[in-house]
T-cell receptor
Framework: NAGVTQTPKFQVLKTGQSMTLQCAQD?????MSWYRQDPGMGLRLIHY???????DQGEVPNGYNVSRSTTEDFPLRLLSAAPSQTSVYFC???????????FGPGTRLTVL | KNEVEQSPQNLTAQEGEFITINCSYS?????LHWLQQHPGGGIVSLFM???GKKKHGRLIATINIQEKHSSLHITASHPRDSAVYIC???????????FGKGTKLSVKP
């Protein structure tokens, strides 16, 4: 099993550009989530999904969109990147919400 | 107001020392996770517990739900234990994780 994979590992964007961070898991997990990690702060939940076709907002959803068309994939879209979105982004999955979380390797995003 | 407080924020130890990292939280929870973030950035789950104590190798995690407090202990610490340790209670209506800021541990040989 590859576990949780994220692409790209690094990305530099200009303000106003759009992009999609990819996340995939091969463990047939129902629960998937996106977090951002900023210096001096704990991980913060952006969006999450409890199964295909079901998504919900987390603590910091503004500026981000998600969809969950399959169990395996949970992409995070930035429609118009802003410097405040410079961060490290982690995708995670678990069998169910209250179970062990498996994290992807992260994507380091810089918005100029 | 931080819902999750970890202490200490930074910890330097000599190899072989017994390490304790504390986590206090203010919300009602169903479980609590301890995570380890390696210097390279990867995050792995160490424990998920809702009561009592769990042990895995040299790592021990305890939780007191009534006192809203959890501790992570490392016995016979080793330089490879150097990492950031993150406490993450699971609470709220959806049961999502709430993360502490982490404790940065450095173990010197």
């Amino acid at each position: 099993n590859a576990g949780v994979t994220q692409t790209p590992k690094f990305q530099v964007l200009k303000t106003g550009q759009s992009m999609t961070l990819q996340c995939a898991q091969d463990m047939n997990h129902e629960y998937m989530s996106w977090y951002r990690q900023d210096p001096g702060m704990g991980l913060r939940l952006i969006h999450y999904s409890v199964g295909a076709g079901i998504t919900d907002q987390g603590e910091v959803p503004n500026g981000y969109n998600v969809s969950r068309s399959t169990t395996e994939d949970f992409p995070l879209r930035l429609l118009s990147a802003a410097p405040s979105q410079t961060s490290v982004y982690f995708c995670a999955s678990s069998y169910a919400a209250p179970s062990e979380q498996f994290f992807g390797p992260g994507t380091r995003l810089t918005v100029l | 107001k931080n819902e999750v407080e970890q202490s200490p924020q930074n910890l330097t130890a000599q190899e072989g020392e017994f390490i304790t990292i504390n986590c206090s939280y203010s919300v009602g929870i169903s479980a609590l996770h301890w995570l380890q973030q390696h210097p390279g950035g990867g995050i792995v789950s160490l424990f998920m517990l809702s009561s009592g104590k769990k042990k895995h190798g040299r790592l021990i995690a305890t939780i007191n739900i009534q006192e809203k407090h959890s501790s992570l202990h490392i016995t016979a610490s080793h330089p490879r234990d150097s990492a950031v340790y993150i406490c993450a209670p699971r609470g709220g209506s959806q049961g999502n994780l709430i993360f502490g800021k982490g404790t940065k541990l450095s173990v010197k040989p």
